[in-house]
Nanobody, 124 residues
Framework: QVQLVESGGGSVQAGGSLRLSCTAS????????MAWFRQAPGKERDWVSA????????YYDDSVKGRFTISQDNTKNTVYLQMNSLTPEDTAVYYC?????????????????WGQGTQVTVSS
């Protein structure tokens, strides 16, 4: 059973930082696309960032580029999303996803594996 488990969400003030973690199990971790999505209440689930495990390429949505950093620790089967300079518009449930055949795919339907989500709330 493939499992993706997120952690690290919470409530912060605008300008603050959080680091999200996603730990994978139940599948071969190497050479996989690992991505972060987010979904605010009443809105669509939007792609945020992605990384290829064991690779060098990273991808970011323009809304977070320069503020968020995706990274990996392959010894722990874990990817991270370091979020700095947070604003209230970053408030959402953040989901870890994997399994896209191409790592710049940005549609949720392209990802067969999902975590349970972790809430990020940014107050002004």
């Amino acid at each position: 059973q493939v499992q993706l488990v997120e952690s690290g969400g919470g409530s912060v003030q605008a300008g603050g930082s959080l680091r999200l973690s996603c730990t994978a199990s139940g599948f071969t971790y190497s050479r996989k696309c690992m991505a972060w999505f987010r979904q605010a209440p009443g809105k669509e689930r939007d792609w945020v960032s992605a990384i290829v495990t064991g690779g060098v390429s990273t991808y970011y949505d323009d809304s977070v580029k320069g503020r968020f950093t995706i990274s990996q620790d392959n010894t722990k089967n874990t990817v991270y999303l370091q979020m700095n300079s947070l604003t209230p518009e970053d408030t959402a449930v953040y989901y870890c996803a994997s399994g896209a055949k191409v790592c710049n795919y940005k549609r949720a339907v392209d990802f067969p594996y999902w975590g349970q989500g972790t809430q990020v709330t940014v107050s002004s």
